[in-house]
C-alpha cells in the first residue's frame, strides 16, 4: 500500500488508534504547539485540530511523534528502502547478493517521479498566506512559521526534478517587515541544497523559483529531512518510501508543483533582496535571533480539497524531530562509518540540542604491533567527522577506540562519558580548532556562525576510579564552593553570575591557582553553571546546559593548566564555564497561562482526558 494524501494517512491512523482529534476551538498562538508538546511527552497520538482560531483549515502534528507510529505508517516498504539506502552507500552489495535486493530493486524502478498532465488534486482552491493557520510556537517568536514545510527549488544551470533539491528550511509567514499576504521569509545556510541553488543565481543575476509543499504522503516530509547520499533524489526516495511515484508539474509560471501537497506557495527570491527573519524558538532550546535572510515575493497559493496544515513544534529536545531523527538513523543504518574510515559509530546528541556535542567510536590502527598509549589515528577520524555534512556544525568530539571496549554504546551518555574520563590525559587529549564556524542555531561564540570546537580523544587501559560523591575533604575555593555530583567524575559547581570575559578569565585563573592546592582525586569535569541543582538533577540537563552555553576556546579552563609549543593542557580536572554569558540567545520558557487552557482540555469531557 501506499498513502495517496495526508488525509488517506489521518484515516488510517485514526482507523488504527494512532491519531486523536482535538474537536474543541484551539488558539494558534502557543496552544497548539502546547498541547502538542504535552501529547509528545507523554508518547501520546497523532492530533488533528479541527477547530483553528482564524482559519477555515484543519491541521496534524505529531505524525512523526513515536519511531513506533513511524514504523506503522511505512510498514509496507521501510525494508525495502533500507536495502536501498545500503545499496547507495555500497553498490556491491547487489552483485554479491542479487536475489536479496530483487524487491527493493523493483520498489526503486517504480519511485521514479511522474510528471502529470493534467487533473492534479493541488489546483482545486487558492487561498492567501493570511488565511494559513497561523502558528506561533513561543512568546517570543516574531511571528507565525511552516514548521514542517518541503521547499522545493531547481538548479538554474540544470533545470529539471532529477538536479532539484526538496529540503526543510523553516518559513516566516508574518510579523517583522513583511508585507501581509506578499511576503515571506526563508530561512538556510547556505551550503544546504537550497543554499547552493541560491548561489548560481545569484551569480548569473537570475530570480530563484521556489515552491514549498505543505502535506501530502508523510514520505515527502521525511524525504526533506533525509541525509541522502549524493546523488539520490529526496523525490525518488519520497516515491520508493511511499510507494507512490512523487507526482508533479508546472504551473503556467513555471513554478513546480507537488500534485499531492495540500498547499503549495510558491514565489520568487531575488538577488541580493534580505529582509530580518526570526526570532524563533529553535531546536537547541533557545531563540535563533533576527538576522537578514532571503526573501521570497509570494505568487500563489495553493490547495487541493479539504486540505490538511502540517505542523511541528521545534524546542529543546526531546522534540518530533528527536523521533524523526531515530527513524532516520533505522533507514540509513551506519551510512556515515561507511564513508569514513575507521569509524565505527558517530551520535549527535539529542538532548545537547543536537549539533553541539558528537559522541564517536573509531579504531586504533597505526601501530597494531604495538599498545596504543595515545591517540592516533582517532585524531585523524576525528578531523574527518568535523568536515563531514552536518556533523561539521558541531563544537564538542569525544570520540573513544572501540579496541578498548567493543560494547561501548554512545547512545548510552553516561557509560560513554565514564568511558572517556576513566582514560583521557587532558594533559595531551584535548585539541582545539578556533576561529572556525559553528551553527548558525548557536549563539555561544563570538558572532554569527563564528565560534571554536575542541575534541577530547581517549584509548587504553582504564587509568582512574571516578568519584561517585562529592569528596568529604575537599574544600573548593569561593564563591564556586557548593557543588552537586551530576554523574561519577562530573561535578557541577555555581556561586557567581557571569559578568564579561575580561573579568571571568583573570578571575578564573586566580580560582584555579587557589584551586590547585585540594586534592581532586576521581573529579575530573568540573562545570560552572547558573544552578547547579537544575545541571545536575540529571543527564539531559546536564548535556543541554554544558554544552550549549560554552564555546570551547573561550569557555575551557583546567587546574594547573599550561601552554606548550601551542598545545594547551591541564594536569588536573578540566573546567567548562557553562553560565549563561550576555551575549546568549534567550532560553525558551513556556506560557503558564497556555499550560492551563491545555490542562483544561484534559479534564472530563475534553479531547485530551486519558491522555495527560
Given amino acids: 500500500m501506499g498513502y495517496k494524501s495526508l488525509e488517506e494517512c489521518v484515516v488510517d491512523l485514526e482507523r488504527h488508534g ?19 508538546m504535552r501529547v509528545f511527552d507523554v508518547e501520546g497520538p497523532a492530533l488533528y485540530f479541527e477547530n483553528i482560531k482564524g482559519s477555515k483549515f484543519p491541521a496534524v502534528s505529531n505524525l512523526f511523534g513515536t519511531l513506533d507510529r513511524s514504523k506503522f505508517m511505512f510498514r509496507d516498504t521501510l525494508e525495502h528502502v533500507k536495502k536501498l539506502t545500503d545499496v547507495k552507500m555500497d553498490p556491491s552489495r547487489v552483485l554479491k547478493k542479487p536475489f536479496d535486493y530483487i524487491g527493493s530493486s523493483m520498489v526503486a524502478l517504480g519511485a521514479l517521479p511522474w510528471k502529470k498532465k493534467s487533473g492534479a488534486p493541488i489546483l482545486h482552491g487558492r487561498t492567501t498566506i493570511s488565511e494559513l493557520p497561523q502558528i506561533v510556537n513561543w512568546p517570543m517568536d516574531g511571528g507565525a512559521f511552516v514548521t514542517m514545510p518541503q521547499v522545493y527549488t531547481e538548479d538554474v544551470t540544470k533545470p529539471g526534478i532529477m538536479q532539484a533539491n526538496l529540503g526543510m528550511y523553516r518559513i516566516q509567514l508574518s510579523g517583522n517587515e513583511y508585507i501581509p499576504d506578499q511576503e515571506i521569509g526563508l530561512h538556510y545556510q547556505l551550503h544546504r541544497g537550497i543554499g547552493v541553488h541560491q548561489t548560481k543565481a545569484n551569480a548569473l543575476g537570475r530570480p530563484l523559483k521556489v515552491s514549498i509543499f505543505v502535506g501530502g504522503p508523510p514520505s515527502h516530509p521525511l524525504s526533506a529531512v533525509m541525509p541522502l547520499p549524493e546523488g539520490l533524489s529526496e523525490m525518488i526516495f519520497a516515491g520508493a518510501l511511499g510507494n507512490r511515484r512523487f507526482r508533479y508539474f508546472y504551473d503556467e509560471e513555471g513554478f513546480c508543483l507537488s500534485a499531492d501537497a495540500d498547499f503549495v506557495i510558491t514565489g520568487t527570491v531575488y538577488p541580493n533582496e534580505n529582509k530580518p527573519e526570526g526570532p524563533f524558538g529553535d531546536h537547541i532550546g533557545y531563540y535563533s535571533l533576527t538576522h537578514p535572510f532571503p526573501l521570497m515575493k509570494v505568487h500563489r497559493v495553493y490547495h487541493k480539497k479539504n486540505p490538511i496544515w502540517s505542523f511541528t513544534v521545534v524546542g529543546r529536545p526531546p522534540q518530533e524531530d528527536t523521533s524523526f531523527g531515530a527513524l532516520i538513523h533505522e533507514i540509513t543504518g551506519n551510512a556515515i562509518p561507511q564513508q569514513i574510515n575507521g569509524l565505527h559509530a558517530v551520535h549527535a546528541v539529542d538532548p545537547a540540542g543536537v549539533h553541539p556535542l558528537l559522541f564517536a567510536i573509531g579504531s586504533e590502527r597505526y601501530t597494531p604491533y604495538q599498545e596504543v598509549e595515545r591517540p592516533q589515528e582517532l585524531l585523524t577520524i576525528a578531523n574527518q567527522v568535523l568536515g563531514t555534512n552536518q556533523l561539521s556544525l558541531a563544537k564538542y568530539l569525544f570520540i573513544a577506540a572501540h579496541e578498548d571496549n567493543p560494547q561501548l554504546d554512545i547512545h548510552d551518555i553516561s557509560s560513554f562519558m565514564m568511558h572517556i574520563l576513566e582514560r583521557i590525559d587532558f594533559s ?6 578556533t576561529n572556525t564556524t559553528i551553527d548558525t542555531l548557536d549563539y555561544s561564540g563570538d558572532g554569527l556562525n563564528a565560534g571554536s570546537k575542541v575534541t577530547f580523544a581517549a ?17 573548593i575555593p569561593r564563591p564556586f564552593d557548593q557543588g552537586k555530583m551530576a554523574m561519577p567524575g562530573v561535578l557541577v559547581l555555581d556561586g557567581r553570575a557571569f559578568i564579561s570575559y575580561d573579568d571571568e578569565v583573570a578571575f578564573l585563573d586566580k580560582w584555579c591557582a587557589e584551586a590547585k592546592n585540594q586534592d581532586w582525586t576521581g573529579i575530573q569535569l568540573i562545570i560552572l553553571a547558573d544552578d547547579a541543582g537544575f545541571t545536575a538533577a540529571n543527564l539531559n540537563n546536564m548535556v543541554w546546559v554544558t554544552f550549549t552555553r560554552s564555546n570551547p576556546a573561550y569557555d575551557i579552563y583546567g587546574i594547573d593548566s599550561f601552554t606548550a609549543f601551542k598545545h594547551w593542557g591541564c594536569h588536573g580536572p578540566l573546567i567548562i564555564d557553562a553560565r549563561s554569558k550576555p551575549h546568549h540567545a534567550p532560553a525558551l520558557i513556556k506560557d503558564e497561562s497556555v499550560e492551563r487552557r491545555v490542562d483544561q482540555l484534559a479534564v472530563k469531557g475534553g479531547s485530551l482526558h486519558g491522555i495527560l
Fill in 18 to 36: 494512532h491519531l486523536i482529534r482535538i474537536k474543541e476551538e484551539v488558539d494558534p498562538y502557543l496552544e497548539m504547539a502546547a498541547i502538542h
Fill in 428 to 433: 595531551r587529549d584535548v585539541h582545539f580548532l
Fill in 459 to 475: 584509548v587504553g587501559n582504564k587509568k582512574r576510579t571516578l568519584a561517585q560523591e562529592v569528596p568529604v575533604d575537599l574544600r
